[in-house]
C-alpha cells in the first residue's frame, strides 16, 4: 500500500468521525433549535435536519468508505453554504465574536479532495468496484 493511499484513508476517517460529531450535536442539542437558528438566519427551517442528517450518515458513511464520491460532493456543498452564509463575514480567522471560516474551508478542502481520489483501497467503494470489475 503507498504512502498516499493510507493518507487518504486517513483524511476520509478523520472527516468522518468530524462530521458525525457535528451531526450528532445538531441532534442532541434539539434539532427544532438548529431548525430556528437557521431560519434566523435565513435559510429554512427544514434544511437542519437535511444538513444534520447528511452530516451524521454521512460521516458514517465516510468511515467506511461507502459512497465517498457523492458524500463528499453533498460535504463540499454544505461547507462552502456555511462559510458563504454564516462565517465569512467574521474573517478568517474569526473577529473576537466568533469562529472564523479556517474550520470549514479546511473541511471543504478535504470533502474535495476525497471526492477527486474517492477509491481508495481502504473502503468499501473499492472493494465493489473489484466485484464488479471481475
Do not use: C
Not at 431560519?39 to 442528517?53: E, K, L
Request: hydrophobic residues 55%; glycine residues 14%.
Amino acid at each position: 500500500m503507498k504512502s498516499y493511499e493510507v493518507g487518504t484513508f486517513i483524511l476520509r476517517v478523520f472527516l468522518g468521525l468530524s462530521f458525525v460529531i457535528h451531526g450528532l450535536a445538531k441532534f442532541q442539542g434539539g434539532i427544532g433549535n438548529t431548525a430556528g437558528w437557521f431560519d434566523s438566519i435565513g435559510i429554512p427551517g427544514f434544511m437542519a435536519y437535511i444538513v444534520a442528517g447528511i452530516e451524521l450518515l454521512g460521516g458514517l458513511m465516510l468511515i467506511i468508505g461507502l459512497g465517498t464520491r457523492y458524500i463528499s460532493a453533498l460535504l463540499f456543498v454544505i461547507m462552502i453554504a456555511a462559510t458563504v452564509k454564516v462565517k465569512l463575514s467574521a474573517g478568517f480567522m474569526g473577529n473576537g465574536q466568533g469562529a472564523g471560516y479556517e474550520l470549514d474551508l479546511a473541511f471543504a478542502v478535504i470533502a474535495l479532495f476525497l471526492f477527486l481520489n474517492w477509491k481508495s483501497p481502504l473502503s468499501l467503494d473499492a472493494k465493489l468496484a473489484n466485484k464488479e470489475a471481475a
